[in-house]
């Protein structure tokens, strides 16, 4: 059994203490804050727990082998950083840095102590999704044509991110996961309706491989709260609402064929396809215990984790380039090719 601790109690804290207290493959062994009340109030929440308000505390015990850290995006590299170098395995809420020169430098000091660190791509996790990736590996969608999601709400503003870290990281890790195809580059405009924040409203456009494109709307200042991605194959297309209940994915037979008039082979008629929609069983395990299941499990086994180091990193270099890009008022930004493990040994 793999003894957690977990640093920061605030919004996504909390979740991650309660699952790590309840799976069965991890027993919560430290609760760290450094507002006094909410680590009292975790305390009296999880009576026998180490509680404390220094990480440095946390990270001394010889009682814990790992650290999930759920604190601002700001101090998840140095924070990161400490628990490695004291020889803990890491979970890290996402994104896994602020940059991706941090990112490289927690992936090598990963490596070089054999430790795991794991990124909390939480919707990875989800029956959902995981549903989705298995549709697209079965090849039931055919050829992907487009990825287009709309992700709003009103809130949560935060103090030192934008709303393309905040929210189009969960599609960016979403395509990480279910695509093979490469993003080759990235268009991004953004705008800040409230002084002294960050831009609260951004439209992003990922140009992959193969012909696929993703546009992702993310927005704070949405009068209602929406979850919806549209996935668009040649033989299928799939519409998926993380906001509904009893029918997150839904399976439909519709598209178009293209065939060539005999009077013309310049000539060709476009035929619409419009067939059944189903909506398929769905795991509906909480997507945090099966995270929490799945990072106790590659402590034990030393197997690479789903969202490891390396889907951490793409997806901060794909946020990386949405924002200069947004500097640029929407001015492509080429994503370039190169051996990840290459870099990281050079940074």
């Known amino acids: 059994m793999i003894s957690v601790g977990v640093i ?58 790992a650290i999930a850290i759920a604190t601002p995006v700001s101090s998840h590299f140095e924070l990161a950083m400490k628990a490695l170098r004291a020889n803990k395995h890491v979970l890290v809420e996402k994104p896994l840095t602020t940059s991706s020169e941090q990112a490289y430098r927690l992936i090598d000091e990963a490596d070089k102590r054999n430790l795991v660190l794991m990124v909390d791509h939480t919707f990875v996790y989800t029956g959902a999704v995981r549903k989705i990736k298995q549709l697209v590996d079965a090849g039931q969608l055919g050829k992907i044509c487009y990825y287009d999601s709309v992700r709003v709400n009103l809130g949560l503003f935060q103090h030192d991110i934008d709303v393309i870290w905040d929210l189009a990281v969960h599609d960016m890790a979403i395509m990480d996961f279910i695509f093979d195809s490469r993003p080759v580059s990235i268009t991004a405009v953004g705008m800040n309706h409230i002084e002294g924040a960050r831009e609260n409203i951004a439209y992003i456009t990922v140009l992959f491989e193969n012909d696929l494109i993703a546009h992702i709307n993310v927005n704070w200042l949405s009068p209602v709260k929406m979850r919806r991605t549209l996935i668009g194959g040649s033989r299928q297309m799939i519409v998926y609402d993380d906001l509904d209940a009893s029918e997150k994915v839904k399976v439909y037979d519709k598209g178009v064929t293209v065939t060539n008039r005999a009077e013309s082979m310049y000539k060709m008629m476009i035929g619409y396809r419009s067939g059944d929609m189903h909506a398929p069983q769905l795991d509906v395990t909480e997507a945090l215990r099966l995270e929490a299941q799945h990072f106790a499990e590659c402590i034990e086994t030393g197997q690479q984790p789903v969202t490891d180091g390396a889907s951490g990193l793409k997806v901060v270099r794909m946020l990386e380039a949405a924002t200069r890009s947004m500097r640029q008022q929407g001015a492509p930004v080429a994503l370039d090719t190169y051996e990840l493990r290459a870099v990281a040994a050079s940074a």
Do not use: H
């Open 8 to 65: 920061g109690c605030g919004y996504w804290g909390p979740n991650l203490v309660r699952n790590f207290a309840e799976a069965p493959r991890t027993r919560l062994a430290g609760i760290c804050d450094m507002n006094p009340q909410r680590v009292s109030s975790m305390a009296k929440r999880y009576p026998g727990v180490m509680a404390t308000d220094s990480v440095d505390d946390m990270l001394a015990s010889p009682d814990i082998d």
